[in-house]
């Protein structure tokens, strides 16, 4: 799977919104962005995924630039509840392609102060 | 509640020692996963199941040895481990084995540590 880039850190005010940068520039045409997020002493948890266009779930929206080579992470309105590492993958879309399991990164580790 | 329940949450054992982790989800999943996460280091997996059948081992030491009777279960069986094996170990599941759009479910882990 192609590699992705985030920033370390992070940090943003509790009810703002938070914009989490990802760039992949060697993305494929069958790469599906995907966004995970790992809050203290707990397993990843999905958060949102796409392929050419924004997504919008309960938890976050999904901004992919128009040549794909970046995507950001939008939590709308954020909580103390959302502080945690957040992790862009790709994933081939291909039928039978790509790697077994996801790869992850070092992610973002998003602060949210209150 | 994620629907993967790891078991137990924490563990120590010394180095002689065998002990088992165990996974279960019954969220009709096909694959299951087994994860390392050691401090300040970035997840890695471990072990890929897809329908019962090992489809990765990504370089683990035999001292690391997994067994998945039936797609609902997952064990990750520990002998002889060394101390720098200690960290969380994380089962995951997903419907699909290279689902790209599909998503992986994962337990709260099994804190390990080695003495």
């Known amino acids: 799977d192609a590699k992705t880039t985030q920033p370390n850190s992070m940090e943003s005010n509790e009810e703002e919104p938070v914009h989490l940068p990802c760039n992949h520039s060697?993305?494929?045409?069958?790469?599906?962005i995907h966004w995970y997020r790992q809050l203290p002493s707990q397993g990843p948890e999905y958060v949102i995924h796409?392929?050419?266009s924004n997504v919008n779930n309960r938890m976050a929206s999904l901004a992919i630039a128009e040549d794909r080579k970046s995507s950001t992470l939008i939590l709308h309105r954020a909580t103390l509840r959302d502080a945690a590492v957040y992790y862009c993958?790709?994933?081939?879309?291909?039928?039978?392609?790509?790697?077994?399991?996801?790869?992850f990164g070092k992610g973002t580790h998003l602060i949210i102060q209150p | 509640e994620t629907g993967v329940t790891q078991t137990p949450r924490h563990l120590v054992m010394g180095m002689t020692n065998k002990k088992s982790l165990k996974c279960e989800q019954h969220?009709?999943?096909?694959?299951m996963y087994w994860y390392k996460q050691s401090a300040k280091k970035p997840l890695e997996l471990m072990f890929v199941?897809?329908?019962?059948?090992?489809?990765e081992n990504n370089s683990v030491p035999s001292r690391f040895s997994p067994e998945c009777p039936n797609s609902s279960h997952l064990f990750l069986h520990l002998h002889t481990l060394q101390p720098e094996d200690s960290a969380l170990y994380l089962c995951?599941?997903?419907?699909?084995?290279?689902?790209?759009?599909?998503?992986?479910?994962f337990g709260q882990g099994t804190r390990l540590t080695v003495v």
């Open positions: 995951a599941s997903s419907q699909e084995w290279r689902g790209a759009y599909t998503e992986a479910f």
């Open positions: 060697t993305i494929s045409g069958t790469d599906y």
């Open positions: 796409g392929l050419t």
């Open positions: 993958i790709l994933r081939d879309g291909r039928s039978g392609g790509g790697a077994d399991g996801l790869t």
């Open positions: 969220l009709g999943h096909n694959a």
């Open positions: 199941y897809n329908f019962k059948e090992q489809t």
